[in-house]
């Protein structure tokens, strides 16, 4: 029996999956982590002590736990992103990685990269804007204000192309990847952006383009004797994970779309033609030579952990049926939830949470309800930024926030959507595997594990309703800006 594991470094966990060529998963693992916020802003990762022990811990148990007729024939790696680490000649990390969109650190550098290159300029041939998701700017940062790490840097990775050059030494980076590496890539053509890499990159050469299904190399004996891998098996390239998971649901064809609830908000959608616009990032898909358009919120099930554990840290299932009880909209009290700042569509790193129409009639099911409907119109003024680009065909939703049955109505009551549960909920790991078999032709590149569940339809009866709070929503961050950027420059000490 050949077998295949996917392995996804998440934002909370990193989680392994053994498969078999039906999809049958066989195993699993995860293990948890911490992410480090050393100063405000900051978010990072060490990527030897976690991602890469993790990978270790997490191989080693699946394969204790194969079958004895069982022969692993392929892995595949996903991770969060996109990332900087940044590593010298022997592979050794010359500073912790600097994580994704909910690092904020290098705003001064996104102002002044795009001053030098230009706004529209970016736009047109990277297909994003630059904001605290680009790493261009990260990489700039560390040379403004580290240049002793930088000078020790010989090559930079992503997170899952850390991994596959551990495994491998082979240097390389998937296409989807590369393209939210804005700058640096060139999204039209499907390569870097050779002057502007230059540019930014300077000396630190760039790392061969792959696409996120296809093998980059075989394991080698280092690899083998710490993560308990067969020596020699094929390693496939993998990518961002909320792409890996989109993948694994099914979402590959133009108007095809994904909610993934998680500690923040990931929408992805596929899209037939090139499609830019300033509040969203453009990318290349899973695929090869595919594009999709993709969003992220700087916070979601964190605010609502958050909320949990500033309110007395009741059970899950206390507060959910407090907030059952209370009526959609929360009577009157809105949620601009902004505690993180945010990205997608504001990208405002001073951005911060706002109550409005807080009473004192209002209980803690309130704020959790009004939290989760918060959440929800920032995702109903992405999914019409989609809709300019492709209408939407279907809505898959995957992710542990659909836990909450109160946030999951919310979100298609206030959207209008539809929601398609898929039956197996592994996540990233699950694609990562799928990607795997296809690439070393265990099954036919069109294959799809998923089974769905069930769906989640919007009440037409409350629609009316948040059709209204919808819009004064919407007011709510305009009108606030100048007084919370104010309040963020008194706390800011970056």
Known sequence: MELVIGIDMGTGSSKGVLADAGGTVLATETVPHETSMPRPGWVEVDPERVWWQEICTISSALMAAKPTDGDVVAICVSGVGPCLVLCDADLRPTRPAILYGVDTRAS????ELTERLGAEQILADAGTLLSSQAVGPKMLWVRNHEPEVWARSARW??????IAAKLTGEYVMDHHTASQCD??????DFEWHPRWAEQICVDIPMPRLCWPGEVVGTVHRRGAEETGLPEGIPVVAGTVDAFAEAFSVGVRQPGDQMLMYGSTMFLIQIIDEFHSDP?????????ERTLALAAGTSTAGRLISWLQSVTGNASFDELTSEAMAVPPGSEGLLLLPYLAGERTPVFDP??????AGLTLRHNR???FRSAYEGISFGIRQILEMFDDAHTAKRTVAVGGGLRSPVWAQALSDITGRTQLVPEQTIGASYGDALLAAIAVDLVAPETDWTKLAREITPDPKVASLYDDLYQTWREL?????DQVHHLARMTDDR
């Open 108 to 111: 001064a550098e996104i102002a």
């Open 157 to 162: 990775y992503g997170s899952n192309s850390y």
């Open 183 to 188: 700058p640096l890539y060139a999204i039209k």
């Open 279 to 287: 509040a969203l990032w453009t990318t290349a898909g899973v695929q």
């Open 350 to 355: 001073d951005a911060r949470g706002v109550f």
């Open 365 to 367: 099911g309130h704020l």
């Open 477 to 481: 961050y305009p009108a606030t800006a």
